[in-house]
């Protein structure tokens, strides 16, 4: 008998930069571990971003900025993906380049305000009444037409509904009838009706009927607890720019030019203003009445010092606003110009903007460092690797940089597969390494070799 071992057909996690990265590896006292969540090294910036996360829960931090500041591949934006990691889902966070504020479509001042709307969440809390079981009867009552014929209408509509307490009879109103042929109810299939709109949803079929069919394409549910009728609290989470995007564009219309627009696809257009305040009123009012919780998230701006001066002033103002997320930025440059101008400033930020940030720095890795961040990342990559070679990839990763070290692994493990290896040995990388240029080498070269290029 011949048993054959299949590769599984369950889809594969794509492999990212950062997929390593669980968290910001600290202890429950703010202290980071020397290895842990992902992260080797970078303690002091690990404790201070630790130190803005508490500030961040906290609510303490609306309003402030933060500054990464570290020569490339020194783990800044690692540092943002283990705060966004540290949040959870509960809190927004929306990563955005530099460069992404340059469009033919929409002002550079639109984009950053877009972001930073995205990064501000809004918890709203709802009491509503429903009524909710398995439906036992669905029954319309006609009756004679109202204007004559031989058509009937439906008078009222009789629905039966079960929960693990009780059953309850409700006379509902024909309009709910139109809502629940919508929703092709039948009986068995679990509801909830909400009193006040009289809106229907179906959330599945009673797991009763589960052993009805030996197939099909339904999601079986159990029965409700409690009562039919009870009050419910629902919270809804959703960002300002959600609210933006939801009244910039109202949908319906059924003259030719709002027919024409919902087939023709839509271009990218910038919500106004006074549309913006109107919203920030209504979100206000719900917050003062105590129906809804600002909850500011974070707007990761990655290479900084691709915004210029307009981006920058902008900024500022957005800062001092009430409705403002917690802003960090990331950048690898020194003392340079201002985009846009001949003004030079640490960083490529004008002085007036860096005077508000509080700057974290990122320092280099050391040899024992890069080391242990490639022993972590081989696994996250499902490749296996001996100790000789992690020593050798720890050289190369100090003498060119650790990203290209880490690039290096991939095409190391298909060169160790075709010379019929299992591991990932000193002799592959060495190929590996032959085949392939750093920056700093290909720099080298092209200082030695000037007179064959055109420059």
């Known amino acids: 008998m011949k048993i054959e071992e299949v590769q599984s057909t369950m889809k594969k ?7 390593h990265i669980k968290g910001l590896g600290l202890e429950p006292t703010g202290k980071a571990l020397p290895l842990a969540s992902g992260f080797v090294g970078q303690a002091a910036a690990r404790e201070a971003a630790g130190l803005v996360f508490d ?5 303490k931090m609306a309003g402030r900025a933060l500054l990464f500041a570290g020569p490339p591949g020194t783990g800044k934006t690692a540092l943002a993906l283990g705060i966004s990691q540290e949040l959870g889902s509960k809190l927004p966070f929306c990563p955005m380049v530099g460069s992404e504020v340059y469009s033919s479509e929409v002002k550079k001042t639109e984009v950053l305000m877009e972001n930073s709307r995205r990064a501000i969440g809004l918890r709203m809390k709802e009491n509503k009444e429903v009524y909710e079981g398995e439906v036992t009867e669905l029954s319309p009552e006609e009756a004679e037409s109202v204007t004559g014929g031989y058509g009937k209408s439906i008078n009222h509509v009789i629905v039966g509904l079960k929960t693990v307490k009780g059953t309850k009879q409700l006379k509902l109103d024909p309009t709910i009838y139109d809502a629940l042929i919508k929703e092709k109810l039948i009986v068995g299939d679990v509801i909830y009706i909400e009193a006040n709109s009289g809106a229907v949803k179906r959330v599945g079929r009673s ?5 009805e069919f030996d197939l099909e394409a339904e999601e079986y549910v159990p029965l409700p607890k409690g009562e039919v009728h009870k009050k419910k609290e629902i919270v809804q989470d959703v960002t300002l720019h959600d609210l933006d995007a939801a009244n910039a564009r109202p949908q319906g219309g059924q003259d030719i030019l709002s027919l024409m627009g919902q087939m023709m696809k839509p271009r990218k257009t910038e919500v106004t203003d006074k549309l913006r305040q109107e919203i920030n009123k209504v979100v206000n009012s719900y917050i003062d009445e ?10 990761f701006i990655d290479e900084v010092h691709m915004l210029d001066m307009e981006c920058f002033s902008y900024l500022n103002r957005a800062l001092e606003s009430s409705l403002s997320p917690i802003v960090i930025f990331a950048t690898n440059r020194g003392i340079c110009n201002v985009r846009g101008t001949y003004m030079a400033s640490p960083h490529g930020i004008p002085v007036d903007l860096l005077d508000r940030l509080m700057i974290i720095r990122t ?5 024992a460092e890069m080391i242990q961040i490639l022993a972590i990342r081989a696994p996250v990559e499902e490749l296996e690797i001996d100790e000789e070679s992690l020593a050798y990839l720890g050289e190369i990763g100090q003498r060119a940089s650790l990203r290209h070290a880490v690039q290096l ?9 075709m010379n019929g290896h299992d591991k990932i040995c000193k002799a592959d990388l060495e190929e590996g390494n032959s085949l392939y240029l750093d920056a700093k080498s290909s720099g080298r070269l092209l200082q030695e070799q000037q007179d ?4």
Do not use: C, W
Request: proline share 7%; hydrophobic share 40%; charged share 20%.
């Open 55 to 59: 500030m961040i829960r906290q609510k």
């Open 409 to 417: 692994l991939s095409p190391a493990n298909i060169v160790a597969k």
């Open 452 to 455: 064959r290029y055109i420059s």
């Open 207 to 211: 797991d009763a009927f589960a052993t």
């Open 363 to 367: 320092e280099t890795y050391g040899p």
């Open 290 to 299: 105590g129906a809804a919780e600002l909850v500011p998230g974070v707007l």
């Open 13 to 19: 996690r794509r492999i990212a930069t950062h997929t």
